[in-house]
């Protein structure tokens, strides 16, 4: 059980283009979900935290407007990283939280890797 | 601000060797506290975590950690190492309600020699 999965596993795009990544909790209810960020021999840094139905909270020096976070159901939120540029090219990994799974422990996906030329 | 500090990047040890892969956090009162697994092309999964009681906790695939107050420290062990066992492990410390924020140690590196 706790399952949480990501599509796409990894994307390339081109430099100004937007990309959406998806999260989903397979087998729960997630009622809330985050969304982190792994650069390469590093650790993961929380972007944000979104909760079912309501706005997501941005860490500090995370850009919103870059980074658009949907939480529209239950079992779905979405990450857009628009007008992509290169520095934004990293691992992007999502969790989630809630229902059976369990209110302190977060689950995860297997990640996003986005590439931008 | 909360801190999770793990001193050792690489770890290499013998298959069958016992482990222990260090974890100190900062933190003024007791955190939820947890180890996470990473392999390539797979999300993190949680070991293990402590939340209060037993400071001895067990986890998955033969892990467990002891949480102790006085050193600030949740340190992962496991008494014989499989092959299988070579990937990243992150200590992770959880705050705020239900321990939702978790802010992540940098990660050991582990290698499991044949």
């Known amino acids: 059980g706790a399952v949480v999965s990501q599509h796409p596993s990894w994307v390339i795009c081109k430099s100004g283009t937007s990309v959406k990544i998806e999260c989903r909790s397979l087998d729960f209810q997630a009622t809330t979900m985050f969304w982190y960020r792994q650069f390469p021999k590093k650790s993961l840094m929380l972007m944000a935290t979104s909760n079912e139905g309501s706005k997501a909270t941005y860490e500090q020096g995370v850009e919103k407007d870059k980074f658009l976070i949907n939480h529209a159901s239950l079992t779905l939120s979405t990450l857009t990283v628009t007008s992509a540029h290169p520095e934004d090219s990293s691992f992007y990994i999502c969790?989630?939280?809630?229902?059976?799974?369990?209110?302190?422990?977060?689950?995860f996906g297997p990640g996003t890797r986005l590439l931008v030329l | 601000a909360q801190s999770v500090t793990q001193p050792d990047i690489h770890i290499t040890v013998s298959e069958g060797a016992s482990l222990e892969l260090r974890c100190n956090y900062s933190?003024?009162?007791?955190?939820?506290l947890f180890w996470y697994v990473q392999s390539p092309g797979q999300g993190l999964q949680l070991l293990l975590k402590?939340?209060?009681?037993?400071?001895l906790v067990q986890g998955i695939k033969g892990f467990e950690a002891e949480f102790k107050r006085s050193q600030s420290s949740f340190n992962l062990r496991k008494p014989s190492v499989h092959w299988s066992d070579a990937a990243e492990y992150f200590c992770?410390?959880?705050?705020?309600?239900?321990?939702?924020?978790?802010?992540f140690g940098t990660g050991t590196q582990l290698k499991v020699e044949l």
């Open positions: 402590y939340f209060s009681g037993d400071t």
């Open positions: 969790s989630a939280k809630g229902g059976l799974a369990g209110f302190e422990t977060q689950y």
């Open positions: 933190y003024g009162a007791t955190p939820y």
């Open positions: 992770a410390v959880g705050l705020g309600g239900g321990g939702n924020k978790l802010t």
